[in-house]
């Protein structure tokens, strides 16, 4: 089995006050992870994405806002960051895909570009509903030069 | 770096400057400084981008915001995006909306 790193994880609460708190924990993540540049700022992107999302949708009806946990772990070729959080299920993948991605901006619909951004930036994206939890699984395979043998 | 964005409206043409990070938590800010400029009356609007250093899908709503306000005849311009940036412009089809320059050019852009 490979060797695994855990970093701390980090609890935030689900506001949109976090997402710079939440994009800072995963540049320190892929620059642990060596990921290249382009990667670096994809990754960052699709979690940003994904926990607003979570901030704006999953906590927007509840009368309190719940947290955000961010887990990220680094093997010898993957970085993978998971988001956790309580509100209602919700699975990104059961997203329909924005249709009208070139039509004119005056005359196209706007809604599910960060998904779509999100879950086109990564390597691989799993959604469970664990203990009344939605997880995010967000995968990027680390690039092979800075695997070590 | 903190998001600031800063409007200037000239002879017609409303220039919006962003730096930092454009997330889902700032938009309003560039949100309403679109509306402002949508209420000059402006036929251009230039937005500098040098120092953006990451957009968000949020500002993305607010750029088809800016289209639809200020209405389909008003070219909207973007200086200087980062390739990261001008990477999600072309993944969403933003990019056929939008005039990408890489540097002012005033020739094109003030000739009304």
Known sequence: ?149 | MAFTSNLEVTNGIARITLVGELDAAVAPQFRAQVEEAARSQARRLVIFMQDLSYMASAGLRALAFAKQKMGSDVDIYMIGAQESIQETLRMTGFHHSVILLDSYDAAQIEAI
Request: glycine share 6%; no cysteine; net charge negative.
């Open chain 1, 1 to 149: 089995m490979d060797e695994q790193n855990a970093m701390k994880s980090l609890v935030v609460p689900g506001d949109l006050d976090a997402l710079a708190t939440i994009r800072r924990y995963v540049q320190a993540a892929a620059e642990q992870a060596s990921l290249e540049k382009q990667q670096a700022y994809r990754l960052g992107l699709a979690v940003d994405e994904l926990a607003t999302n979570i901030v704006t949708h999953g906590y927007a009806d509840s009368a309190a806002a719940g947290p955000i946990e961010v887990q990220a772990t680094i093997d010898a070729h993957t970085l993978k960051i998971t988001l956790e959080d309580t509100a209602h299920p919700f699975d990104p993948t059961q997203q329909d895909t924005p249709a009208d991605l070139d039509m004119p901006l005056d005359e196209r619909g706007i809604g599910g570009l960060g998904i779509f951004l999100a879950l086109n930036g990564i390597d691989d994206f799993t959604y469970e509903r664990v203990d009344n939890r939605n997880r995010n699984t967000l995968v990027v395979y680390r690039p092979a030069s800075e695997v070590s043998p």
